[in-house]
């Protein structure tokens, strides 16, 4: 059967079930837009700015746990994507890139929009391909699925010349198997590793789990709460690891890192054994490497070869998918109790402050995230910005459900949170909250457009203090009050969603505010809140940069 | 010879073999990792395998272990590459060849040639007021001729950088990941709590 390659391209998508596409024209790709009518099970929703087209698609990969697909033109469309695809290498996102190129005759000499983004994305992409033929574009894409979807999942470019798009091949189906030698994950860990990381685990007086990314990729909380319950392990997270381990279970104990709990940051630090699940012992997370209990043994469980040993060697790697290794670790478990290493942590707890809101009739940030998990009864998917917001958010809203903290967290990607609440919008009926900055929101505020069009029931808050709060917070504290840059000037928000036809409300007040965060929940379609806060408000605790996490502090004061 | 046990002052030097897919741009995949993660290439080889459609990289590191272990793993994590594998604490046969032209006068050529003649290096071309010298040995025998040619005159000199394999019978083919896994208990006795070394991209 003859197809061009836009067909192939399309019968590969569909073949994949990949039925949603965040996308933007150009030139080089018009071969492909003029085939869409063909595959109306495919939708192509139109974003406003490639950028946006990457975090809608890591979005909707993060809420769903699918691959997202986004698609862009050749030179500026393909490097607007840039931020987009590296926040989602970052985070281990599955993603397929979808980009057009000049024609194959061209490539090389600099033609009209042409970039060279298969080198560009080079060390962004888990990999990336830049197919030469029509009848190569099928399996490109079955390789490229099943690479962004197994092992540590990743974001993976395929590159298409606009000739190859028009080229005829020959296409006799979708390929049901890929051929790749040097790409075989192990999932299922060793007999050995699991053994001898048990064997530590029973030992310990004062385990602790450190929850990551991993545990929410590979779908292995039961499994993990399982672990936890019958040794007794309490459990912290990671920033990306929230909503990994239900928040409200009694082993729960907040995630840690450079703005967790205090108690949880002490936890880690006392603790004789840490087991990492699905984490890769990030320099946000730890503290100064150096100096992270010195004393703990690790167990580390992981997908990738190469996190074991990066930044941390490892006195048992189990190396596997995280809930196949917990799955085989769990039965090697002894069934046991340990109240004294439980309230020892209960004790750290108690004597230091978990709650950092002031009192007043001013919104705070604290304030202002456990208002929005009050009023979603702590059940909507919260998506955030990057900032003092994404903290908040992070530190005060109880996460119960796996994938319902949605953050970019290894790039921090200000802007994530506007269009990424759009993707994530599109794998879910309940209306998404996101949560965000003065000054994200300005960066890719023109996605209000796409939400719009698409009736799409986002509630947008911005936490708008009028700075970029969270640099401001460290000109405060580490550079002698010298704020420079910081304050930003705004458009009205108000008037700025009117004008896009998406309904807005200001608040000033925590009434005002709590009034508008109950409109919003009963709002049918998309909403903006533009929420005054605490101008000059910092983020506590906080393990200040190049500290260690026995030294996180609690105030000002205290640096 | 131990490659690592080279007298000389320059730093620690490990050898990596890689097995890499024959495809067009893998050599820029595996310099851009090297580039990304900070480690510096000495020297690096390619040519075809005893496999078809595979080829070998005989990779140079400067490193201590411990940060060359990253190095083994994160070349592995490449789709393209197959096999990554350090070799350096093995018993191996390591070569390099080199093509260096001297200036010569016909009455110094016979000092040349007899001194060729005891690195057991050959005299390829012959020409009026030059000559080219080829040999064929380990870094430090290459090193120590030119050492000894240099006085007559260097012209020019290309050194094809390493290229090894275990002695025995053993092999530098793949090894399974899970061993990869397995040795870093054997890494935590050897080299304590951290990788020693600051990692160029660790941001503490
Ligand atoms: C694209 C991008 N540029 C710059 C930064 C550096 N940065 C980190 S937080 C921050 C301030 C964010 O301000 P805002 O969105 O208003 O959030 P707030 O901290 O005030 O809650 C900046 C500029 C970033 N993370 N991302
Ligand atoms: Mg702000």
Redesign the pocket.
Known sequence: MKRNGAQILLESLAAEGANLIFGYPGGVVLPLYHRFREYPQIKHVLVRHEQGAAHAADGYARASGRTGVCLATSGPGATNLV?GICTAYMDSIPMVIITGNVARDLIGRDGFQEADITGITLPITKHNYLVMRASEIAPAVKEAFHIASTGRKGPVLVDIPKDVFIEEADFEGYPDQVHLRGYDPVTIPSDLEVERAAAILNEAQRPIILSGHGTLQSGATDELVALAERAQIPVITTLLGISGFPEDHALSYGFMGMHGHYFCNMAADHADVVVGVGMRFDDRAMGRFKDFNPQAQIIHLDIDPAEIGKNFHTHAPVLGDVRQSLRALLPHIASTTRPDWIRWIDDVKAQHPTDYDAEGAEVT?PWLCRAIAQQTQRKATIVT??????MWAAQYYNYTRPRQYISSGGL????FEVPAALGAQFAQDEPVWSI??????Q?TCQELQTVAEHKLPIRYVI?N?G???????WQELFYEDNYHSVA?GQPDFVKLAEAYGVTALRATTRTEAAAALREADAHDGPIVLDIRCVEQENVWPMVPAGAALSETVESAEAL | MIATNSQHAHPPQRVVVAHVEDRPGVLARVASLFRRRGFNIESLTVGHSDEPGLSRMTIVVDGQSAQVQQVERQLFKLVDVVSAIDISERPLVARELALIKVSCTPQGRRDIIALADVFRATVVDVADASVIVQVLGDEDKVDALLRLLRPYGLLELVRTGRVAMVRGSGTSKPVPVSEIARRAEEERAQFGRRPDGALPFASD
């Not at chain 1, 910005?385 to 994404?390: A, D, F, K, T």
Request: glycine share 32%.
């Open positions: 931020t940030g910005g990057v900032g003092q917001h994404q921090g990607t200000m802007g965000c900055g003065d000054g994200g929101f960066m936490f203090n700075y970029l709060g969270m640099v401001r917070q930003l």
